[in-house]
């Protein structure tokens, strides 16, 4: 497969900078593995990585709307303390689980005797980001990644780097 495109498997390694601080890097020994077109990475970086080929470095920076959103002050829910496990104090990330069993992060925002305030929203959203990366590898897809929307190893990667401040109780 010689230009990255949707359906394939694309090793990336990259650098992420806000206001030129570096907040998150993949390197080419451990790069982050994705699947095109399924929205696996912010649109815009994945909009940027269409016709690329394997060795090609590129940096782009981008507005909100293309990274992570814009922030949404009502992506925030307040819940009784007693409902979120110790320890918890503000800044601190949280994994949760619905209902449903699907999982989602939430930001501790504010904690109080009875309360705390949950942010919903990602963490970078409202930055502009930028991004420096080189294109590690690309592979076509197996029929299985297509259907699952993501590569072998992606969600267990996910859930093995989540920092975990807290217990589940």
Known sequence: MDQIKDNCVVSIAYRLFVDGEELEEATADE?????????????????ALTGKKVG????????PADA??????DDTEVVPREDIPDPVEPGMELLLEDEYGS???AVVKEVTDDEVVLDFNPP??????????EVINIRPAEQEEIEQGFPYGYEEDYFDDFEHDHDHD
């Open 68 to 73: 992570y959103g814009e922030y949404d002050e």
């Open 103 to 105: 999982f989602f992060e």
């Open 56 to 63: 090609d470095k590129f940096t782009i920076t981008l507005q």
């Open 31 to 47: 790069p982050l593995e994705y699947l095109h077109g399924a929205e696996n990475i912010v649109p815009g970086l994945e909009k």
């Open 124 to 133: 970078l959203a409202g930055y502009e980001v930028t991004y420096e990366v």
